[in-house]
């Protein structure tokens, strides 16, 4: 399978966690969007929607949207339930990543990180950083009743609430507020095959 990827992107940093727990081999296409590189006519082949991470099977298949991939990888294994409930379970929490605490999580950190300091979206952070800090409640108050966010077993919920969480300072979020969420992140770091988001050199890597 081949990933096109942004290292510096949560979103795709969910799908490299997941297949390095697999162990499932691939090869890494890195794709800078800063540079306007899934705009051109070559990606926009592979995904319409101009956006990684997308998982291109051997069969040619093109996969986009993390956490759709998420899905597809965990077919089969402990991290997507066999139950009925338990699927929905996990799917309730993949929704509330991308709608309740992807654009206020992630942008923020995208605001710091990637835009200069007199950029004006500076002026959506205490909004977003206010949305995002009831994205965290929510999470607590269930990471205070099990050990991870879908009940007692780790599932893709866990990767793809992880994939911003743990970078979430890096968008001017304070979890210290959040005890039962910082223990969960520490929990997750723990998991079998764990990897890290972004190598100190992962900038500077070559592209492909």
């Known amino acids: 399978m081949e990933l096109y990827d942004y290292l510096d992107s949560g979103n795709g940093y969910k799908v490299r966690l997941l297949l390095a727990q697999l162990g499932v081999p691939y090869r890494l296409h890195l794709v800078d969007i800063m540079a306007g590189a899934t705009r051109t006519p070559e990606f926009l082949a592979i995904n319409p929607n101009g956006r990684i991470p997308v998982l ?17 990888l965990a077919e089969g294994t402990a991290l997507w339930p066999a139950d009925r409930i338990g699927r929905a379970r996990v799917l309730q929490w993949l929704f509330f990543e991308q709608y309740s605490h992807e654009p206020y999580v992630a942008t923020p950190r995208f605001i710091l990180r990637h835009l200069p300091a007199d950029s004006p979206r500076r002026a959506e952070l205490p909004a977003r950083l206010a949305q995002g800090r009831a994205a965290f409640a929510v999470m607590e108050r269930q990471l205070a009743q099990t050990a991870f966010l879908a009940g007692n077993s780790y599932s893709i919920a866990d990767i793809a609430l992880y994939g911003y969480s743990h970078v979430a300072h890096e968008g001017g979020h304070d979890l210290s507020a959040f005890p039962a969420v910082g223990t969960w992140l520490a929990r997750v770091a723990g998991q079998p095959g764990h990897v890290r988001m972004l190598p100190a050199d992962a900038l500077s890597m070559p592209r492909n």
Request: aromatic fraction near 6%; hydrophobic fraction near 45%.
């Open 56 to 72: 291109v099977l051997d069969d040619g298949t093109a996969l986009a949207e993390s956490n759709a991939i998420l899905c597809y």
